[in-house]
Nanobody
Framework: QVQLVESGGGSVQAGGSLRLSCTASGRTFSNYAMGWFRRAPGKERDFVAGIAWSGDRTFYADSVKGRFTVSRDNAKNMLYLKMDSLKPGDTADYYC???????????????????WGPGTQVTVSP
């Protein structure tokens, strides 16, 4: 079972930047597409970005396209989310996730049950 731990959240003003990191356990990290999700207060958890197992394809929610960049370092078992031009609407808890099947593109991220990490909080003030 993969274990995921997010970090890098914090409080910033609108227009600022943050970089989130996700540390993944296990020797097969590089075989799986990974993604970022977020849950704003009182809302459902939504897809933010996905990246293929090989790192050569990325996908984004329309609300973050052009502002967020997802990347991975398979040698270090690390996933990243660079967030620029942050808006108050980006305020949420952010989670990384691993797709349940290997060798996929990252367009769909469906995590195995019980694999969510604790998340990291991002707060953007006006």
């Amino acid at each position: 079972q993969v274990q995921l731990v997010e970090s890098g959240g914090g409080s910033v003003q609108a227009g600022g930047s943050l970089r989130l990191s996700c540390t993944a356990s296990g020797r097969t990290f590089s075989n799986y597409a990974m993604g970022w999700f977020r849950r704003a207060p009182g809302k459902e958890r939504d897809f933010v970005a996905g990246i293929a197992w090989s790192g050569d394809r990325t996908f984004y929610a329309d609300s973050v396209k052009g502002r967020f960049t997802v990347s991975r370092d398979n040698a270090k078992n690390m996933l990243y989310l660079k967030m620029d031009s942050l808006k108050p609407g980006d305020t949420a808890d952010y989670y990384c996730a691993r797709h349940q099947s290997a060798f996929t593109t990252g367009q769909i991220i469906s995590p195995p049950p019980g694999s969510w990490g604790p998340g990291t909080q991002v707060t953007v003030s006006p």
